[in-house]
């Protein structure tokens, strides 16, 4: 019974192996992912800091038409939090697939952060249309 465990170890080992590109390849993308939610969270502080920068805007009085500086930040944390609990997930989830030999793409994420990182910028485009 011992030997069969080793066999199916070794197995899995050696298809690991064969695969040795595809999980690395697979792991440097979870990493360019990783640091696309970290930059877009370091982003959304900075941004959320321009408050101090520019205290004119605090002398202002909020109305319903004006974007802060301190909005769009709190929303480029939220959407880089997104991205690094996503490609967690993807990272696994592609693993898997490699290991089982049937990955397949898929264009619903990277349309939809697509989608979400436009709605930031249009965001910002907004935000110095203001001023």
């Known amino acids: 019974m011992q030997q069969a465990q080793d066999t199916g170890s070794r197995m899995q080992t050696i298809n690991d192996d064969e695969r040795i590109r595809d999980h690395l390849a697979n792991e440097r993308t ?35 038409n004006v974007i802060h500086a301190s909005n769009i930040g ?35 994420i990277v349309i939809a952060l697509s989608f979400c990182v436009i709605a930031l910028g249009m965001m910002i485009v907004w935000y110095l249309l203001q001023g």
């Open 74 to 108: 709190f929303f480029f944390a939220i959407v880089g939090l997104f991205i690094v609990m996503i490609a967690g997930w993807r990272y696994a989830v592609v693993q898997d697939q490699i290991r089982r030999k049937s990955y397949r793409s898929s264009k619903r």
């Open 30 to 64: 979870y990493l360019a992912w990783l640091r696309t939610g970290l930059s877009t969270m370091g982003f959304g502080v900075v941004i959320a800091k321009l408050r101090f920068l520019f205290p004119a805007e605090e002398l202002t009085s909020p109305s319903a």
